[in-house]
């Protein structure tokens, strides 16, 4: 079962404690699972755990940017993800996201962006969010 998390939900996942990163740890400890990513996405991850705020935050648990990083590549694999042809999402920036699942053949996406979530699906592809993640693949595991 191929994921394609969105950025904001990895970078929360990263550095709190909460659903997202419940739902990252379920995706590590289950077998079935394989998170996936682009290049895209990671220079996205990349500028968002430089920001001022995240390196507060990570400083906070004695981590650096690249420390997180280096620990998120560790567990994902990556794929090459095109532009798609026409914008999908209301915010065309989401549309990496669509285009990473679509490239992997992901069987799931999730976030927490209203524009991704509105969608609720891109190509039979679920679009959910963390917690209906959470359900989907405890499901998936039990069969």
């Known amino acids: ?35 996936v990513s682009s ?34 590549l560790a567990i994902i694999e990556l794929v090459d993800a095109q532009m798609l042809p026409a914008p999908v999402s209301r915010d065309p920036d989401d549309d ?4 990473c699942a679509l490239a992997a053949k ?9 524009d991704l979530l509105d969608l609720r699906s891109f190509n039979a592809i679920p679009i959910l969010r963390a917690a209906q993640a959470l359900n989907y693949i405890g499901a998936a595991g039990t069969t």
Do not use: C
Not at 10 to 29: C, E, I, K, Y
Not at 40 to 69: F, H, N, W
């Open 39 to 72: 290049s895209a996405l990671l220079e996205e991850l990349s500028d968002v755990l430089t920001r001022p705020a995240a390196t507060r935050q990570l400083a906070l648990i004695g981590k650096g940017p690249r420390d997180v990083l280096a620990d998120y």
């Open 1 to 35: 079962m191929r994921i394609v998390l969105d950025t904001n939900l990895v970078f929360s996942a990263l550095l709190w404690r909460g659903t997202p990163h419940r739902l990252l740890n379920a995706l590590r400890d289950h077998p079935a699972a394989q998170l």
């Open 96 to 99: 990496q996201v669509l285009a």
């Open 106 to 114: 992901a069987a799931l996406i999730v976030s927490g962006d209203r």
